[in-house]
Structures are given as structure tokens and as C-alpha cells.
């Protein structure tokens, strides 16, 4: 009876752990979930989705066959604006649950056209070309998506894989094998029982000598009804062996069932607020491509290149400085240099509309200003205004570059001063000083507004014998607003002073020196002389209800024109 004891208990623990072993063996996580296809659809550019790129919790690698390649990452609503009015093939995932496998599928989107090159465009977070096979790794977040092109002209490269390597788990022993282990365990131990058993019986057999013989029992008659059913130790092995098989059936339906991730993807969420224009990587290469072309530029007072990277106010402005500039003898007249970095603040705005404006601080011991503005998603972000920092200059709190600041319009009710106003604002306290209706709404104490108004005052008592008119006027270029955390906002603005000189009597002479008189080519005129001035400031506005006052934060003022009257 311990031998069959001992022989069930080892064989239902083998099984049991074989069955465990099976299980583990077959619930092992698989380390590689790739899903690829070969395009159908004659396009130019394809595009894989966030919600592909992030179906499973794993970085991502894009590997792209085919002659030549070209891969982008940037937020997926900026690359579908990019590719907006172009046929494009999107992505799709395709789950295969008979045979637990992932695939690409194709959703062409119709376009009309507008094929240009995706290369070097200020959307891309990151862009790498080569040619017959790229690979790409992603970092998965919540908004990224992916342009894949040749050129942006031919078709697109027509084999692309994604690649998830899935993190490794911990693979849980069953407990059918723990029940395998501890059965064997116990049929060894009933094993050795039975053999200690076995051999004490054998040698008190041994000691007491031989037995008498045994007398045999009369047979018995065998009953016409039957044998009835046995009973005894060899009954129990039937019963034993239909145990361990119902035994190992049960512990069979306790083992677990694995599911392939394959089966389950899960798409991050997409964001549900808008998010930062830029990064500081990608604002970081956009003021060294920026930086570069205007120092070239200036080395050769070259307007037209220019135009690559610069517009609006700071382009007149430094259109008008290589005209001074190349009236005057060498060495003589520098201008300064438009700062890439340090980056001291960088201040992009959370939208997905255009135009979009970007604010950043550069420079170090000199702090500048700089005014970024893009029109449309395939146009280049360009250089639109330049300040420097007043000294002293006390900067407002404002939105973390993660998080990006709100653009505000023009109209908007919630601000102390209508930015359209800050020009009437300036003009009166130049013109007026503390008699100024402003003084009280806009802080005049600064170096700007003193420097500017003395010089004023200057030319005032100085040319007594003319008439003297100051004007001060915003011009129509787009004035741009940024929030800060105060509920106010950074205005960015350009004007224009005009000095009008006429003399007050026939014969009388008006004369002037330095930048106008080069400009004008003579030291003075009897008709009279306009002189016209170009400034980019840089305001804080505080919100409705606040005790503070509008400041101005930053100042550059370029002598623009300088032309005699009547001629």
C-alpha cells in the first residue's frame, strides 16, 4: 500500500509540474511586436498617427526601406496642417486575432496637389534623410507623429516597419508547479517510508526463523450469483490512477490563460489642452540658422538675403541701417548683432493656428528681445522685432515653456490698456512729460522714454527759431501678444516719430549734424527737414483691475529717413 501511495503522489506531482512547466513555457511575454507594410497606394507622403506610434507601452522604431528617404517627428496637428491640400496615405493598425500578429493598413487622403520638399521646415522636432534604409527611434509622448517622403516630389518610400520592444515582465510561476513540486516531494518521502517499512518487516522475519506450515482452509463454493466486488489494497490502483487523472484535469483549469499585448493595444489619450509651438531644441536651431544669415548679411549690407529669415519691423529696420551704414567711411558704423544665445527665456505659445509669434531672451550681459514670427505652417519662422532690455528691467512672471502662453487678440477686454493705444500713450509722454494724461497708466520711468524725450527737449531749446512738430504713431504692422501668469500680457509693438523742422522766417536755415545730416547729405536746409525714426518696444500690460502701472520693458530706435522739405 506505501509503494502505491507514494508511486501516486510522485507521478501526480510529475504531471502536475510538467503541466506547470507547459504553461510557463507557453505564457512566456513575447519581447518584440513589429508590424510592417508594403505601400499600395501611389502617394508622396505618408503619416503615421500618435495613436499607432503609441499603441503599445514601448518606444518605437521606425525603420523605412527604399531609395531615397526622408523621416520628420512633430505634433500631429501641425504636420497634418503642413500637409494640408496634398494627398497623403495614413497609417492604420490592423490586428490579425487568429494569428495574434499586428499590421499596417493604408487610408489614402485626397489632396490637389501642393508637392513641395519637407526638408528643413521649423515644424520638425527631428528629421534625419539617408538613402535604402533609415531607422528612426521615437520617444513616445502623447502628440508626436511621424512624415515619411523621398523628396517630397517623387513617391514615397514604399516598405516601413514599426518596431515596439515590449519591457520585460516578471513571469509568474504557476501554482500547478508549486503543487507539482510538493506532490513529488511528498510521494519521495511516502517512497522512503514504505522502503524503511519494507526492510524493518524483512529482518524481524529473518530473527524469528522459519513458520510452521500452514494448514489450507477448505475451498468455498463458489456462489452461482457471482463474485462479489473486492476489496483490499490491490482494489485501491484502479482508484488511485482515476484520481491523479481528475487531480491533473483540475489543476489544469487553474493555470492562467495569456493574453499577447498584441491583442490589446492601447493608445495614449490625446492632449486635451493645446500645447508649446516649439521646443527649446527646435528654437535653439532656428536663431543659430537666424543669427547666421543676418551676420552675413550685415557684413555685406545685403537687404535682399535678409528676406530668408527676417520680415516685418526688424527687416525695415535693418534695411534702413545698411543704407546709413554704406554712407559712411569704414569702421565707422556697426551694428548689433542679433544674439542666438544663452537663451535666458524662451516663451512659445500653445496654439495650433497661424500666425504664430515666439518671445526669447538671449544674450548675457546685453539681454535682447527677440520677436519670432510664422505665417503658415510650410513658412520659416523669421526674425519680426528685436528690443534690448531696459536696464533695470523687472520681467514678469510668465508661462512655463512646457506649458506655453496663451496668444491673445487684439480686442481682447481683459487687458488694463488696449495695445492699440500704447502708441497715442508713448507720443503724450514724449511730448507732454509729467503733464502727460498717461502718466498715471504708464510708468515713463525709464531709460527710453527719458533719453527720447530729452532729446526733444533738446532740439526744442536749440532751434528756437523753427517750428517743431514730434508725431508718434503705431504702424500697421501686426502687434503681438503674448499672456503672462498675472493675467496680463507682453505687447510687442513698432512705431514711428517723425520730427517735422520748418523755420519760422524766409531766409532762415535749419542745420543738423551727425546720422541726419549723412543721410541728408548736407548739414542743414532753408525749407525744412523731416526726419523719421523707427522703435520696436516692448511693453508689460497689466489685467483689468490691477494697481500696476503699463511698463515698457525694451527699446530699439533706428533713424529711418532724413529728407529736406520742398525739394
Not at 54 to 63: D, G, K, L, R
Request: glycine fraction near 8%; include cysteine.
Amino acid at each position: 500500500m506505501r509503494f502505491w501511495l507514494a508511486l501516486v503522489l510522485f507521478v501526480g506531482g510529475l504531471t502536475a509540474g510538467s503541466i506547470g512547466v507547459v504553461n510557463q513555457v507557453e505564457n512566456t511575454p513575447i519581447e518584440t511586436i513589429i508590424a510592417s507594410q508594403q505601400l499600395d497606394q501611389p502617394t508622396t507622403y505618408v503619416i503615421i498617427p500618435n495613436k499607432l506610434l503609441t499603441a503599445y507601452s514601448a518606444s518605437p522604431q521606425i525603420t523605412v526601406r527604399g531609395g531615397e528617404i526622408f523621416i520628420a517627428t512633430a505634433r500631429e496637428s501641425d504636420l497634418v496642417s503642413w500637409l494640408e491640400g496634398s494627398p497623403y496615405v495614413e497609417l492604420r493598425l490592423s490586428i490579425d486575432i487568429a494569428r495574434e500578429t499586428a499590421e499596417l493598413a493604408e487610408v489614402l487622403v485626397s489632396g490637389n496637389g501642393n508637392l513641395v520638399t519637407p526638408e528643413g521646415s521649423d515644424l520638425w522636432i527631428t528629421e534625419v534623410a539617408g538613402r535604402s534604409r533609415v531607422s528612426l527611434d521615437i520617444e513616445p509622448d502623447n502628440q508626436t507623429a511621424i512624415l515619411v517622403a523621398s523628396n517630397g516630389l517623387e513617391l514615397a518610400p514604399r516598405s516601413i516597419s514599426i518596431e515596439w520592444d515590449i519591457p520585460d515582465e516578471q513571469v509568474e510561476i504557476p501554482p500547478i508547479t508549486y503543487v507539482g513540486v510538493g506532490l513529488m516531494a511528498l510521494g519521495s518521502i511516502a517512497g522512503l517510508w514504505a522502503a524503511i517499512g519494507f526492510a524493518n518487516k524483512h529482518r524481524s522475519s529473518r530473527r524469528r526463523g522459519p513458520k510452521p506450515p500452514r494448514r489450507r482452509a477448505p475451498r468455498r463454493a463458489v456462489s452461482q450469483a457471482g463474485t462479489s466486488p473486492r476489496r483490499g489494497r490491490r482494489a485501491l490502483r484502479p482508484d488511485a490512477f482515476i484520481a491523479l487523472g481528475l487531480s491533473s484535469a483540475l489543476l489544469t483549469g487553474c493555470v492562467a490563460e495569456y493574453e499577447s499585448p498584441v491583442l490589446s493595444p492601447s493608445p495614449l489619450a490625446s492632449p486635451g489642452v493645446l500645447t508649446p509651438a516649439l521646443t527649446k531644441t527646435q528654437v535653439s536651431d532656428i536663431l543659430a540658422d537666424i543669427a547666421e544669415v543676418v551676420r552675413v548679411a550685415d557684413e555685406n549690407n545685403d537687404r535682399e538675403s535678409l528676406e530668408t529669415r527676417v520680415t516685418g519691423p526688424a527687416l525695415e529696420m535693418r534695411r534702413f541701417a545698411y543704407n546709413l551704414v554704406s554712407r559712411l567711411e569704414d569702421g565707422e558704423g556697426s551694428l548689433d548683432p542679433v544674439l542666438e544665445g544663452p537663451i535666458q527665456l524662451f516663451l512659445p505659445p500653445a496654439t495650433d493656428t497661424w500666425p504664430r509669434n515666439v518671445m526669447v531672451v538671449t544674450g548675457d550681459e546685453q539681454l535682447q528681445m527677440l520677436v519670432l514670427r510664422q505665417e503658415g505652417p510650410r513658412e520659416q519662422y523669421k526674425l519680426f522685432q528685436y528690443m534690448a532690455l531696459l536696464p533695470g528691467t523687472k520681467f514678469p512672471d510668465v508661462a512655463s515653456e512646457l506649458t506655453g502662453a496663451n496668444a491673445l487678440k487684439l480686442d481682447n477686454r481683459f487687458l488694463m490698456v488696449s495695445p492699440s493705444l500704447l502708441g497715442d500713450a508713448v507720443g503724450d509722454l514724449l511730448n507732454n512729460g509729467v503733464d502727460s494724461l498717461w502718466v498715471d497708466i504708464v510708468d515713463p520711468n525709464n531709460d527710453y522714454i527719458k533719453d527720447v524725450a530729452s532729446v526733444q527737449q533738446g532740439l526744442a531749446e536749440t532751434l528756437s527759431n523753427a517750428n517743431l512738430d514730434f508725431a508718434h504713431e503705431l504702424t500697421e504692422d501686426p502687434i503681438v501678444l503674448l499672456s503672462t501668469l498675472d493675467g496680463g500680457a507682453l505687447v510687442g509693438l513698432y512705431m514711428i516719430d517723425t520730427y517735422t523742422i520748418i523755420p519760422k522766417e524766409p531766409g532762415d536755415a535749419v542745420a543738423i549734424a551727425g546720422d541726419e545730416a549723412i543721410l541728408l547729405g548736407t548739414s542743414g536746409s532753408a525749407t525744412g527737414i523731416e526726419t523719421r525714426y523707427g522703435a520696436m518696444l516692448l511693453f508689460h500690460v497689466p489685467a483689468t483691475g490691477s494697481e500696476a502701472q503699463v511698463r515698457l520693458l525694451g527699446a530699439t530706435q533706428q533713424l529711418l529717413t532724413a529728407v529736406a522739405l520742398g525739394s
